[in-house]
């Protein structure tokens, strides 16, 4: 079976621009997270969601960030007006179950300039 | 809260033979668990092992297997028989509710 994508694997913007990350997790897992992943900050967590609703929203860095998860399947984080900061790798994982083992995709590499 | 420490930032390992990476945690959840992953160069984090805070046994996986110390608060990592596609950066992490807490990871090189 297939494993977590993400897609794309690497972002290069401006800054002040848009950006939207996608995560399609593994089939039939209901919680999905979105971590960050910075030479300064090491691992860190967004976002995580179960089903569609999203429980804990308390590691997104600011209001420029915002995520969604439709058909408990596919979620999108969207980063407004991007800043040099806001570069990083980006994983999402996915698990069976909240308490489960979560599976990593191979994360989107975004690099404001 | 829940803390990761790994106090190793590299290590270099013969090929063949074991390496011990080293993690502590400090949490007040009761019921927690603690996992392992691996990262290559290529980015991709790889699930290794995992060992539930009221499981009675060590974990082990392969020639993976878990060094668990509850009253230490330790969960130390052992590869036996090191290879050369071993090396990587390990990253230790806690789980308590869902989200995962990880530690600064350790990178490991095994040599020829």
């Known amino acids: 079976g297939a494993g977590v994508s993400q897609s794309p694997s690497n972002k290069v913007t401006e800054k002040g621009k848009d950006v939207e990350l996608r995560c399609d997790p593994i089939?039939?897992?209901?919680?999905l997270y979105w971590y960050r992943q910075s030479l300064g900050q090491g691992l860190e967590f967004l976002i995580y969601f179960q089903g569609n609703s999203a429980p804990d929203k308390s590691g997104l860095p600011s209001d420029r960030f915002s995520a969604e998860r439709t058909g408990g399947s596919v979620s999108t984080l969207t980063i407004q007006r991007t800043q040099q900061e806001d570069s990083a790798v980006y994983l999402c994982?996915?698990?069976?179950?909240?308490?489960?083992?979560?599976?990593f995709g191979p994360g989107t590499r975004l690099t404001v300039l | 809260a829940q803390k990761i420490t790994q106090t190793q930032p590299g290590m270099f390992v013969q090929e063949k033979e074991a390496v011990t990476l080293d993690c502590t945690y400090d949490t007040s959840d009761p019921s927690y668990g603690l996992f392992w992953y691996k990262q290559p160069s290529s980015g991709e984090m790889i699930f290794l092992i995992y060992q539930g805070s009221y499981d009675q046994q060590n974990a082990t996986e392969g020639r993976y297997s878990l060094n668990f110390q509850k009253a230490r608060k330790s969960a130390n990592l052992v590869i036996s028989a090191s290879q050369l596609g071993d090396s990587a950066m390990y990253f230790c992490a806690i789980q308590g509710d869902y989200k995962l807490s990880f530690g600064a990871g350790t990178t490991v090189t095994v040599r020829a």
């Open positions: 089939s039939g897992h209901t919680a």
């Open positions: 994982a996915s698990s069976l179950g909240e308490r489960d083992t979560q599976y």
